[in-house]
Each structure stands twice: as C-alpha cells, then as structure tokens.
C-alpha cells in the first residue's frame, strides 16, 4: 500500500491530465490503474498500455518529449512520463500534508538530467513548509520540474 493518500494522488492526476489534455473518457481508466500500481511504475504503464493499446497517442506528451531528443515517442515512453509526473507530484503532496510532523523542507535536484527553469537556483536551500515559497514556486507542477524535497525535522533544522 502507497503511503500516498487518494486525495494526494487525484490532485497530482487531475493536474497533469488537465495539462496534457487527456480525454475525459480514458482518465478513470487510467487513474484507477496508476494508484493500483503507484509503487511499480513499470507495471503500471505495461497496464496502461494493455488497457489503451499501442496505438495511443498525445500531441502535448509527443511535443515535450520531440523537444527532449526523443526520437519516437511511442505510447509507452508518453505513458511513462505521464506516470512519473503523476506519481512524483502525489508524493511531494504527501509530504506537505505532512507538515505537522516535519516543518521545513529542503529543495533539491532531481534525478534527471533536465534543468528545471522554476528551482535550480534555489537548490538546497530550506525553507518552512508554510513559506509563500511553496505557493510562488510548486514543486513537481511544471513538466521540466524533476526537483525533489526532502522533510526536515525542527531539531535537525536548528543543528
């Protein structure tokens, strides 16, 4: 079971449908699978793919990953995108639901080799989860946004 709550993952799966333009009537399909499969990406695009075929296609995932050097961007590799922004953004939602317990959080690079344009200058930098920071600057919302955040304690904080 994720440690991802229902209403973390909605939130991060309706944002990127929204901005991919997925079609009304593939997103159930593909929200149920994603959240069954959060913790295997692998076996959740194979799913994907299994449901909604080879075939599939979505200019905005095609353009972005054409503009990245993708050569063919086939269903799988637009799947796979799709999912990793999906599952990345649910977990940075987590995290700040969680601030009660760790009040500060720290930004930092991805593991892509992307260059994100919203936090690069900001990397390792720690502010508090309630900083207007979070609102100005989302972490994980941009397509070209890999950056992760990592909890940090009020003790660990003030050593």
């Known amino acids: 079971m994720s440690m991802t709550n229902k209403d973390d993952f909605n ?18 399909k593909m929200k149920k699978i994603l959240f069954t499969h959060i913790n295997e990406k692998r076996t959740a695009i194979k799913s994907l793919l299994d449901e909604l075929g080879n075939q599939w296609n979505n200019a905005k ?13 086939y269903a799988k590799e637009q799947l796979g995108l799709f999912s990793s922004k ?3 953004l649910s977990y940075t939602n987590r995290m700040f639901r969680d601030a009660h317990l760790m009040p500060y959080q720290k930004i ?15 990397h390792g930098d720690v502010f508090e989860v309630d ?3 979070w609102r100005v600057h989302p972490v994980g919302q941009h397509v ?8 940090i304690s009020k003790s660990e904080y003030n050593n």
Do not use: W
């Not at 095609?62 to 503009?67: A, G, M, R, S, T």
């Not at 070209?144 to 909890?151: E, F, G, K, L």
């Open 108 to 122: 930092e690079r991805g593991s892509s080799n992307i260059e994100c344009p919203i936090h690069t200058q900001y």
């Open 144 to 151: 070209d946004c890999y950056c992760s955040v990592r909890t």
């Open 86 to 88: 999906v599952i990345s």
């Open 131 to 133: 900083s207007d920071f």
């Open 61 to 73: 995932l095609q353009e972005i990953l054409i503009k990245r050097g993708e050569r063919s961007p």
């Open 11 to 28: 939130q991060a799966f309706e944002h990127f449908a929204d901005m991919f333009e997925i079609p009304k009537g593939e997103r159930s």
